[in-house]
C-alpha cells in the first residue's frame, strides 16, 4: 500500500460547482498534514495546513480524519482559476527530520 | 526576498555527462530538499539536509551527489547522466518543527529545472 494515496482524476466539473478530493495515508503515526496546489509545468506551493478540528479558508475546508486516516478537501464554488492538480501531503517527525511524503495528485479541471 | 531560486531552468545532457543543479535559498530555513518529479508521479525525495554540512539519502538518491556547505545553498550534482535522469528537478527549503518562529512545517519549492537526458 503507499503511504499516501490520492484519485489521480481528472475531476471535469463547471464552474460554480463543489468538488470534494479525499487523500488516504498508511502511517497512523503521520503528524501533520496539508494541501498543495500545483499548477502545470510550475512548482507546488501551499494551499491550506489540515488540522483535526477541520479548517476554512474562503471557499476552502480541509478535513482530517485521524481514526480513518484520510484527509479531505472541498472547494466551493468553483473557479477557472482552481485548475490545477491538488497535492496531499504528509508529514512525520523523527530522528530530526521531518518525513515528508507527497501524493501523486488529483487534477482538476473546471470547466466554462 | 527572492525565496528559492533554482538553475538552470532547462538542460539537455547527453548519456555520461555530468552536470550540477543549483538551488539557493534567502530565507534563512535550515531544511532543504532535492525532488525529482517525473510526468503523471508524485514527488520523490533525492536527497535532503537538516543545516550546513548535514546532508543525507532520501528516497531515491542513486545517482546523485549533495553538499551543503552553506546555509542558503544546495547543489545537486549528476556524475554520470542517465536517460532515467529524465525529469523535472525541484529544491525545497522550510524550517523545521519548534523553530523559534513557532515552528514552520510549509515547503518552499524552486521553479524547477526541467533535465532532458538522451
Known amino acids: 500500500r503507499k503511504e499516501v494515496e490520492q484519485d489521480p482524476g481528472p475531476f471535469n466539473v463547471p464552474e460554480g460547482a463543489t468538488v470534494a478530493f479525499n487523500c488516504t495515508y498508511s502511517n497512523s503515526a503521520s503528524q501533520s498534514f496539508f494541501w498543495y496546489r500545483q499548477d502545470c509545468r510550475k512548482e507546488p506551493k501551499l494551499l491550506m495546513s489540515v488540522y483535526s478540528s477541520g479548517n476554512e479558508d474562503g471557499r476552502f475546508t480541509a478535513q482530517l480524519n485521524r481514526a480513518s486516516q484520510y484527509i479531505s478537501l472541498l472547494i466551493r464554488d468553483s473557479k477557472l482559476s482552481d485548475s490545477a492538480t491538488y497535492l496531499c501531503?504528509?508529514?512525520?517527525?523523527?530522528?530530526?527530520?521531518?518525513?515528508?511524503?507527497f501524493g501523486t495528485g488529483t487534477k482538476l479541471q473546471v470547466i466554462p | 526576498n527572492a525565496g528559492v531560486t533554482q538553475t538552470p531552468k532547462f538542460r539537455i545532457l547527453k548519456i555520461g555527462q555530468s552536470m550540477t543543479l543549483q538551488c539557493t535559498q534567502d530565507?534563512?530555513?535550515?531544511?532543504m530538499y532535492w525532488y525529482r518529479q517525473d510526468p503523471g508521479m508524485g514527488l520523490k525525495l533525492i536527497y535532503y539536509s537538516v543545516g550546513a554540512g548535514i546532508t543525507d539519502k532520501g528516497e531515491v538518491p542513486n545517482g546523485y551527489n549533495v553538499s551543503r556547505s552553506t546555509t542558503e545553498d544546495f547543489p545537486l550534482r549528476l556524475e554520470l547522466a542517465a536517460p532515467s535522469q529524465t525529469s523535472v528537478y525541484f529544491c525545497a527549503s522550510s524550517l523545521p518543527r519548534g523553530a523559534p518562529t513557532g515552528g514552520q512545517e510549509t515547503q518552499y519549492f524552486g521553479p524547477g529545472t526541467r533535465l532532458l537526458v538522451l
Open positions: 501531503v504528509v508529514n512525520k517527525a523523527g530522528g530530526g527530520y521531518q518525513k515528508v511524503t
Open positions: 530565507m534563512n530555513h535550515n531544511y
